[in-house]
């Protein structure tokens, strides 16, 4: 599919950044047109680089190509991030003073914009009633998120998530040529992402590091190829990904209970959710306190663990002969004295009786955290593991869908 992304100049333009490489590695051709002020922010050596293509910022660049007008009637998607006051206004009133103002004059394909700015220029009657002008026009503005922004204010006014306006985005041309297909359409598909919480008291928790995103990533593209998503949620900080149902969990027994429920009746359930093996034995109902008499410096207490159940074995079990749910486990993965990763992951694959284990790379700063990863994919009865990766979560979260339909097609 052919994008424009349009970057107006606010300081958000370097999150632009980050979506302009999830529209290039979702497989899109992408020109970026920043505005001038835009360039203060992020040079056109980056967009050039980061996008794989010319980057055209006035209407006097190549003018035989005839950029200015070219450029819109192309695009199959324009994207404005961020769009600035000065942006809205002019897109409002159909000024075509630069190269993205005159695209999108020019574009007749679905426009987004997600505005950025200061909380007063935001609810400025002005820019309101831009935004009304546009979205009359059926333009479609996202809301901008509130937080902290430049300087020391916080209030509505921040770019949303580039996960988020990707989403939005691809959401707007779902079904098109050029969009993903939509092969997992009737598929009802249950995806557990982020690490649980185990209750000690009412202050703390014994936790992990996942930090959800390959769940959501997950989630994320099904909801794209059609599937309707059911996200069972531990806490994570991340935006939910456009058309997928979330519900949220803390603990492994909440979870363990919101995926039996889900599971009833779902085709596929991918369990990416880090789960704790153990919890504590006894919730405190009290904050556990130090002691302060004599000798009590030395004196700490003992927390008892108890082994929490496997929610992926028990749905298998579960599950019997019958052919759904398809189960997929993860692995988080090193190699060791005992074995390499491959090893470990095939013993795992066997003990658990899942249909596809995906077998992660993990180290110091691999995996955890990150927005790539290494996986391997494994399926009883097949003898080569498929490595993906290092790739983006979402390329992953593709690869796995596609092993995913596999596994149907051969039931
Ligand atoms: N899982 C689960 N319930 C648990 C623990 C894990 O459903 N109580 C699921 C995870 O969501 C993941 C897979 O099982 O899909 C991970 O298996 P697990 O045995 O937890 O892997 P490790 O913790 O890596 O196991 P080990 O410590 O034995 O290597």
């Known amino acids: 599919m052919r994008v424009v992304l349009g970057v107006s ?8 950044c980050s979506l302009l490489r999830l529209l290039t590695e979702a497989g899109h051709e992408v020109t970026v047109v920043p505005t001038r002020a835009a360039l203060e922010f992020v040079g056109a050596p980056t967009w050039a680089a980061l996008s794989g293509r010319p980057v055209a910022a006035g209407v006097w660049d190549r003018v035989h190509e005839v950029p200015h007008v070219r450029l819109g009637q192309q695009a199959d998607l324009v994207v404005v991030a961020p769009a600035t006051a000065d942006l809205l206004a002019r897109a409002a009133h159909g000024l075509a003073d630069d190269l993205l103002t005159s695209t999108l004059l020019t574009a007749r394909c679905p426009v987004l914009v997600a505005p950025a700015m200061h909380t007063e220029m935001w609810t400025h009657p002005a820019t309101a009633a831009n935004v009304g002008l546009l979205r009359s026009r059926g333009v479609h503005v996202l809301e901008p998120a509130s ?13 949303p998530d580039p996960e988020e306006i990707f989403s939005a985005a691809m959401a707007l041309v779902d079904g098109r040529p050029g969009t993903p297909q939509q092969d997992l359409a009737g598929l009802q598909v249950v995806v557990t992402a982020g690490g649980t919480r185990e209750p000690l008291d009412p202050v703390r928790y014994l936790g992990n590091r996942s930090s959800g995103k390959q769940g959501y990533a997950l989630a994320d593209v099904a909801a794209a190829r059609g599937a309707v998503v059911h996200l069972v949620s531990a806490p994570t900080e991340l935006p939910v990904p456009h058309g997928v149902e979330v ?7 909440e979870m363990q209970e919101a995926v039996w429920r889900a599971a009833a009746g779902a085709d596929v359930v991918v369990m990416a959710a880090a789960v704790a093996d153990f919890r504590p034995a006894r919730y405190t109902e009290t904050k556990i306190k130090k002691r302060h008499g004599p000798g009590d410096e030395e004196a700490s207490p003992t927390v008892p663990l108890v082994r929490n159940p496997d929610i992926l074995a028990g749905l298998v079990q579960e599950r ?8 997929v486990g993860f692995a988080a993965e090193t190699g060791d004295a005992d074995g390499d990763l ?8 066997a003990r658990k009786g899942c249909d596809l284990l995906v077998a992660n790379e993990v180290g110091p700063g691999v995996t955890f955290g990150q927005d790539e990863s290494t996986v391997h994919l494994l399926r009883p009865g097949t003898d080569e593991p498929r490595r993906v990766g290092p790739a983006d979560k979402r390329v992953t979260a593709t690869a796995v869908w596609d092993a995913v339909l596999e596994v149907l097609q051969a039931r």
């Open 147 to 159: 937080g902290r922004l430049t300087g020391a204010d916080t209030g509505p006014g921040r770019l």
């Open 342 to 349: 491959i090893h470990h992951a095939r013993a795992k694959l």
């Open 320 to 327: 019997g002969a019958a052919p759904r749910p398809v189960v």
């Open 9 to 16: 100049g606010g300081i958000a333009a370097y999150k632009a």
């Open 247 to 253: 519900e949220r969990v803390e603990s492994a027994l």
